[in-house]
Structures are given as C-alpha cells and as structure tokens.
C-alpha cells in the first residue's frame, strides 16, 4: 500500500470533507475544521479551495465524470466518487495545479481507501478527465435557467427562481460569484483592525484574514457586511427594549444598543449565542431559550424587534457550499415568527424582517404578507436611510447581492406594528 506521504495534507484533509458532506451529511465549515485542525495555514487554505469548491461544483463534475468516464457517478464506491470529483474541481476549475498532482494524488486517494480493484479505472478516468474535463465544462451553454443550473452547478430550482425575479444576465453573474471565494469581513467591537474600513457601514472591515486572537479576546467579530447592514437597520437606541427572536450566533443582537433579548430555540446555539455575549462584553443582552413561536408572557411590550428569519440561505452559497444542495424555502415559519414578533412590540413600533435568501417567496411575499392583514406598514424611511443598498424595484426594502455589493445576499425590511 502507498504511504500517506503520497497524497499532500491538504488533498487528504479535502478528500475527508468531501466523504462526510455527501456520505454522512455533515456541514461543510464543520467537517474541514476538524480535518484541517492540524494544518499550517497554507495547507488549511488550500484544503479549504479544494473542499469548498468540489462540493459547490459538484453537479458540473459529476456530469464531466459521467460524460468522460462513461459510468453513473451513482453506481460508484463512494470513496472513488469523493476521488474523482477531487480530481475534476482541480483540472477543470484551478489553475496552477499540476495535471500529475491532480491525477496522481486522487488515484492514490483511492489507493489508500482499500479499493485496490478500483485504482486502474480511476487512474483512467482521471487521465480521460485530464484531458477533457476543462473544455468539456466551458463548452456548457448557460442559454436558459436548467443550463445555466448545470453549468455553474445548482439544483434547477434556484437557476429557475433567480431566472425568473432576476433576469438571465443577472441570474449568471449572481451564480458565478457564489462560485467564488467570499470576501473576508469583520465588525470592529474595540480596538483597532488591519484591513480596509467600508465607508457606509460604521464598524465594518473587509480584510485578508480573521484574526483568530482577536477574536476570542472580543475584539472583532467575524460578520459579513450584508449582515452588519441587519443589526444598522434595526436602529435601536439607549433607552428602548430590542426583541431579537432568532438571535443566534449573536452577531447582530450585540450590535444593538438599549435592553435587548435574545431568543434562541435551539440548545446548543443558545450556547453559543451566551458565549457570544460574555466574549464580545454585550452587557445589555440577556439570552432566552425559548421558541420565537411561543414566548414567555412576560416577553411583551417592547419597542422594537429583529426576526432574522431562518431561510434557505441562497444569498450565503459562497461561504456555505453545502447548502445549495440541501437548501429549502420556509415561507410558513417565516411568517410565523414575523407574525409573533409583531405580536410583542407595542402600536408605533418597529419589526426589523430580514433573511439571508435571494428569493421572493421568503423575503418580499412574506413582509407583503402582514401589511396585508393589517398587522404592520412597511416603513419606506429604512430604504431612504440606505440608499445604496434599496432593493432595485422596491426601494422602500434593502437587499444586498453578492454580484453587485460583494458581499452576502441580504433582504431587510422595515414594518411600524399598528
């Protein structure tokens, strides 16, 4: 049997993201922290280019495999199968890689997976892939929405969402920039930052790397621009109660000024929401396990409220390449929560609505949906406070779009409860 040594750190830390996304269903970002921990920090990036992209990529892949190696990806070992598209992401995406590195390292992959008898088929699949795969996947057409959802590998229901509210040339420049690496962005909490301060978000860096130090003395707080924009819309001040009914991770409750409550219905992420808070020093946030759905009586009254709606997240593709392949609407339980939370603040105030999503069905329907019932008005002030990000017909929301803002896709709304 070939030694480890054969196969370089980061391609094996890549190959065991890959086997526990599509064998175990295990989270992308999980599954390489605990396989890239004992990496140096090239290793680690690279581990991370490789994972992430096979795994976003993969429908493109698995048509050039099947189209060149004449074999369902179906009907293989799943060890070959994790092999092969290894192989493919790098001879038909990355350049600089060397055609006999992404050949021979993969083929040793499936070597040091037990699967002797299937080393000479994916040595030639590989060779086939080597030669082909590149110009097999830019000759893709992309002419209409199941084309481009092959091409630039998404399931059809999102090409033919964002085909039909975006447009074709939006939806491809939307596609290919959640294919790409996303920027780096982090809130300054105290303290100072390298890196290069946006000049409409206070607080906000973009910069080359997080600083892991910093964070864990509080310092910084890893946090996309898109999401910094959630916590400025909110526009909470000394003085008044925030209801923050899906609060977790804690990146936009700490943002918030005044008493603020912090809601989370699962355990182990009101955990972390609790962590959060001590880290970051956000005395005025108090953490409330509970379902948004069904508050303590006493959670009542308040001035204003965030419902950062859980959704199908199809503005955050590029840092989370797994979800496009497990990705789901939830228009029903947004509506719930949204409806809640209204329920809580008192006639005058506001409800901040915002989802990571690029998709009507959950953003614009949903906050339609309780002005209908006269439950709430959509406040147009938030879109005149945020010019540069008003949604492009519906200028009283905001909405961020990774192709245009280089950020993550955010919807935000602002409702004034009856």
């Given at each position: ?9 980061a391609?094996r ?9 599509f ?5 992308a970002?999980?599954a390489?922290?605990?396989e890239?921990?004992?990496?140096d920090?090239r290793?680690?990036a690279l581990a991370?280019?490789?994972?992430y ?6 429908r ?10 004449r074999?369902p990806?179906?009907?293989l070992d799943p060890p070959?199968?994790a092999?092969?598209r290894?192989g493919?992401y790098?001879?038909a995406f990355l350049?600089g890689v060397?055609r ?6 993969s083929?040793?992959?499936?070597r040091?997976a037990?699967l002797?008898r ?7 699949v590989?060779r086939?892939?080597?030669d082909?795969a590149?110009a097999?996947c830019?000759?893709l057409p ?5 084309e481009?959802a092959?091409?630039?590998s998404?399931?059809?229901?999102v ?9 074709a ?5 939307l596609m290919a920039?959640q294919?790409?690496e996303?920027?780096t962005?982090?809130?300054l909490?105290?303290g ?6 946006d000049p409409l978000?206070p ?15 509080g310092r ?5 621009r898109g999401?910094?924009?959630?916590g ?9 109660r925030?209801?923050d009914?899906?609060a ?10 005044g008493e603020?409550v912090?809601v989370e219905?699962d355990e182990?992420?009101a955990?972390?929401?609790e962590?959060?808070?001590g880290?970051l ?6 953490v409330v396990h509970?379902?948004?759905r ?6 009542d009254?308040?001035?204003r ?10 503005g955050?593709?590029a840092a ?13 339980l947004?509506?719930e929560?949204l409806r809640?939370a209204?329920?809580?603040v008192?006639?005058g105030?506001?409800?901040?609505y915002?989802?990571?999503?690029i ?5 614009e ?7 209908g019932?006269?439950?709430a008005?959509?406040d147009a002030?938030l ?15 905001l909405?961020t779009l ?8 955010f919807?935000v709304a ?5």
């Amino acid at each position: 049997m070939a030694s480890r040594s054969a196969v370089s750190p980061a391609r094996r830390a890549a190959f065991a993201v890959l086997r526990r996304v599509f064998e175990d269903g295990a989270y992308a970002d999980r599954a390489l922290r605990a396989e890239s921990q004992s990496l140096d920090e090239r290793d680690r990036a690279l581990a991370r280019r490789l994972a992430y992209g096979s795994v976003q990529r993969m429908r493109t892949l698995d048509h050039a495999i099947e189209t060149l190696g004449r074999r369902p990806v179906a009907k293989l070992d799943p060890p070959v199968r994790a092999a092969l598209r290894l192989g493919c992401y790098q001879l038909a995406f990355l350049d600089g890689v060397p055609r006999y590195a992404a050949v021979n390292e993969s083929v040793e992959l499936v070597r040091a997976a037990r699967l002797e008898r299937a080393v000479s088929f994916a040595n030639a699949v590989l060779r086939r892939l080597a030669d082909g795969a590149r110009a097999l996947c830019e000759a893709l057409p992309d002419d209409t929405a199941v084309e481009a959802a092959l091409r630039h590998s998404y399931p059809d229901w999102v090409a033919e969402t964002w085909w039909r509210e975006l447009g074709a040339d939006e939806t491809r420049a939307l596609m290919a920039a959640q294919n790409e690496e996303p920027e780096t962005a982090v809130r300054l909490v105290r303290g100072t930052v390298d890196g290069r301060e946006d000049p409409l978000l206070p607080g906000a860096w973009v910069v080359d790397r997080v600083d892991e130090e910093a964070v864990a003395e509080g310092r910084i707080w890893p946090q996309s621009r898109g999401s910094q924009l959630v916590g400025h819309a909110v526009a909470s001040r000394p003085g008044e109660r925030t209801l923050d009914l899906c609060a977790a991770p804690g990146g936009k409750a700490t943002m918030l000024a005044g008493e603020v409550v912090a809601v989370e219905v699962d355990e182990a992420r009101a955990a972390q929401l609790e962590d959060a808070v001590g880290r970051l020093g956000a005395e005025n946030v108090r953490v409330v396990h509970a379902d948004g759905r069904d508050l303590p009586l006493d959670l009542d009254g308040f001035d204003r409220a965030l419902v950062d709606a859980p959704c199908s997240g199809l503005g955050v593709l590029a840092a989370r390449p797994d979800l496009r392949w497990r990705a789901k609407p939830l228009p029903e339980l947004q509506l719930e929560l949204l409806r809640a939370a209204i329920a809580r603040v008192r006639g005058g105030g506001t409800v901040v609505y915002s989802t990571c999503t690029i998709n009507r069905e959950e953003n614009e329907d949903v906050v339609d949906a309780v002005a209908g019932e006269g439950l709430a008005a959509i406040d147009a002030s938030l879109g005149e406070a945020w010019p540069a990000f008003r949604h492009r017909t519906r200028p009283e929301l905001l909405q961020t779009l990774p192709h245009v803002d280089g950020t993550s896709g955010f919807f935000v709304a602002r409702l004034r409860v009856a």
